[in-house]
């Protein structure tokens, strides 16, 4: 609670300093905390709360698929990590290091995981030898480390949590279904869920993971005109198979190596949550992963404070059978401080109870999204407040949707395109002509990258924006977080 | 699956040799393998499954007494460490460095957290400046590492996963207290959910926490007769407030130290389960944290395939709606085999479903710690494989407890102390004078150390089996993994 006082009084504009903004409503809010390690956080809890909600939704989704959890050890050999060339390539510049154990210098370094394809394929090869060991549906929820130059609270640190699975496949097909029913999981888990509409499709080649054949991808639009790359989902060929000898007896007699994917999403959907369905006020969290999704907050002049105190925890103990709920009843702070600080905090529904509510027999609920107040009688009070509950998650989701589709442009003129990204109005669809140079060209001269080539979109014909020849594909770009 | 065929076929008589048993039950039911990192492991999803359910009923109990869960960075500045001196000295020569980040080699070397009061101490003492703040209750579910010389799975990993909790109190009182408090429930939760029955108490000055100022300890005794610390609640005092300033306004406007508490159990858990539950045939789980509680198995000569599969998928359809069940229909095994299968995976209750229960609408159930068969009609089914369920429960408790009460011994005669310890025949409930000096010279010469100064024993006149000198205090002396 330290800082209380301070913290409802400030957060900067969102409209002056978004970034300012963000930064204050984490903090404010209590979501995280600088850690004394450059580019860490500190989750504390009520963030925390955020992402236990979120891992047990996305949980149930993957076990419902047929996925289970295991765990992989944090330290793996150089070696390993060197096996698979692009891998390498794209992980060594940012990975930390361990050197010495005890008071020994260890003959091998050892990398911290930055993600974990090497050492699980090196347990896969011990694992598999059959086709009747396929397929192998394994995800982990763990901590990786990437030592990164420029961090962000929840978007970019040098250590996040998420999760990762790691799948194998007697053939190619069963490899790219898989890697598509993810990003499927993903794209419902985000929308349903957190309340965040997606665009889905696959990464350019020079935007994909070190070591996929294909990379696809959830990409969502802040609220400041950036993108967000929400979830991945690779397919990974036999990249890793050939040099981990990830083999098997196919049921032709023939030793083949397995097809593989992975796929994750991280601790970074909280900055997505944040950055989505924030406001002036400050978080507004989708009910489905809000810590608290009700705030009694209790209004109690001198004389009633007893039977209001006593009235509200009553309420307190029927909602909570169902629902999470806090009762704020401290005595040193007023009704509107504490209205301020739980909309800060993003709670999807405040209740409020007075006297004459009491005599009543009604309560006054207030939802965070809207402002809008409610007065509802005593004996229903379980069913309008899970009504409202449901329609702060879709009217969030309805707002999110409109935002995103307002600020998705049309465009194969370059100059527009160039003033669009600048002036950060938003999403850019437009023709590309597939040329790595073009994709580059652009991203030096307007900082756009390409987001997703979609698949859900016909071919029509365009002129590549940045070179004018002739093409049939169109592209999202977008400025990146 | 790989490797079923044989795993079935051999595990080491548990009589033979115990710790070989022991590592063949963990290899071939699956639960775990080894890494490729020196004494680091792999937790399988069948292990791992336990431990989610461990997690999940821990964690519940933790809550329902007020703490929150959050995250803290797992690379710690070597300063931090040093700042408390016996901390420092106790986890120095076991802690992993990293000391290079990407390319560059780092400035001040960072710690992978063995534990982390140093660095939550740091966090409380930016938090925490009135006595309103306090009490603070957080804990976190996390990996931690220590590179340990000689390990074994699960026992002593050099990287282990654990839940360590970190409190924050205005008094003494109030933290001793807490430290109580979670001793309490660890011995309820490792009693009613593992079905493992514990001593507990206070550790001695030798065997407490690097920095704390008394350790309180679960512990449990092993079907080998050797003990298992399961799990401890450090009362910390005010060591780590003193060198990381956490400090508060107290009420009467002092400025004062918090007093603060840390208590943990990590995967080692599953050794104990192993080796506290499992018997010549392989595993036996408690059913409270199996990941599969029920196993079906049909049994369907030629003519009546179909119709016993389908009845066995109806079964296992309502069945599944409030317990864990597996439907084993594979071709390619036996009947026999799969019942060794899953009695070597040591799940609770086994189904067993053939032609002639489906014409007569009965099914034959078969529990795992007694080899006990009922036959149960259709319609009552779900009630029966609950009740069975908690009958393995109790039994299982039951068994380990009869099993603990016969062979923790009582004596005062050190001639047969060292018998009993050198044959590992248990625990010694023995007069001890209070001097470490005897403490040392009984664990240098029989191996025995303190596992527990307990508290709910009355004082009585003895003589320390050591030096023969009056005392009161009987503690309770076994030889520990």
Redesign the interface.
């Known amino acids: 609670?330290?800082g209380s006082q301070e913290f409802v009084q400030h957060i900067t504009p969102k409209s002056e300093n978004f970034s300012q903004w963000y930064t204050d409503v984490i903090l404010r809010a209590e979501l995280a905390?600088y850690?004394?390690?450059r580019g860490?956080?500190?989750?504390?809890?009520y963030g925390?709360?955020i992402?236990?909600n979120i891992k047990e939704l996305l949980d149930r989704r993957l076990k419902a698929t047929g996925h289970?959890?295991?765990?992989?050890?944090?330290?793996?050999?150089r070696s390993?990590l060197e096996k698979e060339a692009e891998h390498v390539e794209g992980f060594a510049?940012?990975?930390?290091?361990?050197?010495?154990?005890?008071?020994e210098d260890l003959a091998e370094?050892?990398v911290?995981r930055p993600t974990s394809e090497t050492?699980i394929g090196?347990?896969y090869s011990?694992?598999?030898?059959?086709w009747?060991?396929l397929p192998v549906l394994?995800n982990q929820w763990?901590?990786v480390?990437r030592?990164e130059k420029a961090t962000r609270l929840f978007l970019r640190t040098?250590?996040f949590?998420w999760q990762e699975g790691h799948t194998c496949h007697r053939t190619e097909e069963e490899a790219e279904e898989e890697t598509l029913k993810i990003l499927d999981i993903y794209k419902d888990f985000l929308s349903e869920d957190l309340a965040i509409p997606v665009l889905f499709g696959k990464k350019t080649e020079e935007e994909k993971f070190a070591g996929a054949i294909t990379t696809y991808c959830v990409e969502a639009l802040m609220t400041d005109g950036r993108a967000l790359q929400a979830g991945t989902s690779h397919n990974l060929g036999q990249n890793f198979a050939k040099v981990f000898d990830i083999s098997f007896l196919d049921q032709d007699n023939q030793l083949k190596y397995v097809w593989q994917t992975s796929w994750g999403v991280s601790t970074r959907l909280i900055g997505g949550i944040i950055m989505v369905h924030g406001d002036e006020r400050g978080l507004a969290l989708p009910p489905k992963i809000a810590p608290v999704q009700v705030v009694i907050v209790p209004i109690m002049p001198p004389p009633s404070q007893e039977i209001v105190i006593k009235t509200a925890n009553e309420v307190f103990q029927r909602l909570k059978r169902t629902l999470r709920v806090e009762l704020d009843a401290r005595e040193?702070y007023s009704p509107g401080w504490k209205f301020n600080e739980w909309e800060l905090k993003g709670v999807p529904v405040r209740l409020e109870i007075g006297p004459r509510d009491v005599k009543a027999g009604k309560v006054v609920l207030v939802q965070r999204d809207t402002g809008k107040k409610t007065i509802v009688p005593m004996e229903n009070l379980e069913e309008a407040v899970t009504n409202m509950l449901s329609d702060v998650q879709e009217g969030l989701y309805r707002r999110a949707k409109k935002f995103m589709d307002e600020n998705t442009h049309t465009s194969d003129n370059y100059d527009e395109f160039k003033d669009i990204i600048e002036a950060q109005r938003g999403l850019i669809f437009a023709p590309w002509c597939g040329n790595p140079n073009c994709e580059t060209s652009i991203k030096e001269e307007s900082g756009a990258t390409i987001r997703c080539i979609p698949m859900d979109s016909e071919p029509k014909p365009g002129k590549c924006v940045c070179c004018g020849d002739n093409t049939d594909t169109w592209v999202y770009f977008g400025k990146a977080y």
Do not use: Q
């Open positions: 609670m330290k905390d850690a004394p390690v860490c956080m500190v989750i504390r809890p925390f709360g992402w236990e289970k959890n295991a765990y992989f050890p944090l330290l793996i050999p390993f510049p940012e990975v930390a290091w361990v050197t010495r154990a005890g008071s370094p050892l911290v050492i090196h347990m011990k694992w598999i030898s059959s009747r060991d394994i763990a901590n480390v030592w040098s250590e949590l040193e």
